[in-house]
């Protein structure tokens, strides 16, 4: 069974940092590529792609809005992927989901992750 456990989020000032943990279980990790997306309300459509690792290669990738304060890590050996978020903003505020997807095609793109955890919410106020 496919299992992606996130946990680390809770509430933060602005310019304050947390760290997400995503623990996973039940698929070969070294050959999936790991996301971290959001989503800000209910809706399906307020879903936004936040960073991604390529299995294998190690390449990173990142939302413009979060280049230079996000950075996603994985340790191979647990099974874990991580997204360090300093310089947090009010806009950052939103439930976080650590995705797994098998070779996705388009890394970027997080309809092609076919495993999500639960979410752990992070918001960001004052």
């Known amino acids: 069974e496919v299992q992606l456990v996130e946990s680390g989020g809770g509430l933060v000032q602005p310019g304050g940092s947390l760290t997400l943990s995503c623990i996973t279980s039940g698929f070969p990790f070294s050959v999936y590529d790991m996301s971290w997306v959001r989503q800000t309300s209910e809706s399906d459509k307020d879903l936004e792609w936040v960073?991604?690792?390529?299995?294998?290669?190690?390449?990173?990738y990142y939302k413009d809005s979060v280049k230079g304060r996000f950075t996603i890590s994985q340790d191979g050996d647990r099974n874990r992927v991580y997204l360090q978020m300093n310089s947090l903003k009010p806009e950052d505020t939103a439930m976080y989901y650590c995705?797994?997807?098998?070779?996705?095609?388009?890394?970027?793109?997080?309809?092609?992750?076919?495993?999500w955890g639960q979410g752990t919410q992070v918001t960001v106020s004052s």
């Open positions: 995705a797994a997807g098998y070779r996705v095609p388009e890394p970027l793109d997080q309809r092609h992750y076919t495993s």
């Open positions: 960073a991604g690792v390529v299995a294998g290669e190690g390449t990173t």
